[in-house]
């Protein structure tokens, strides 16, 4: 199986910038299309980024394009999600996602295979 580990979250002021990380474990992570999402109180699991096999094309949902950044290590089976700019709207857990019968990044949750536990992101006002 493919198992998927977010790391660092944390607390930041509007404004500030943090970085997460997720490290896959299984199969080849080369193979996987890996996508973020990020799931609010009360809300329902978003789509926020995703970056293809070869890292060359990223997708962003139109809330975090132009703040958002996401990269990917092959070498270190980890995939990063930079965020800048942040807002109180962005506090959410972010999750990680691999999908691994699609060469595109999809923008749903039922297009991926497998999901990390998330990491809480809190933007204070």
């Known amino acids: 199986q493919v198992q998927l580990v977010e790391s660092g979250g944390g607390l930041v002021q509007t404004g500030g910038s943090l970085t997460l990380s997720c490290t896959a474990s299984?199969?080849?992570?080369?193979?996987?299309?890996m996508g973020w999402f990020r799931q609010a109180p009360g809300k329902e699991r978003e789509f926020v980024g995703g970056?293809?096999?070869?890292?060359?094309?990223?997708n962003y949902a139109d809330s975090v394009k132009g703040r958002f950044t996401i990269s990917r290590d092959n070498a270190k089976n980890t995939v990063y999600l930079q965020m800048n700019s942040l807002k109180p709207e962005d506090t959410a857990v972010y999750y990680c996602a691999a999908a691994l019968q699609t060469i595109v990044v999809p923008k749903y949750r039922g297009g991926y295979d497998y999901w990390g536990p998330g990491t809480q992101v809190t933007v204070s006002s």
């Open positions: 970056i293809t096999w070869t890292g060359v094309n990223t």
């Open positions: 299984g199969r080849s992570f080369s193979s996987y299309v």
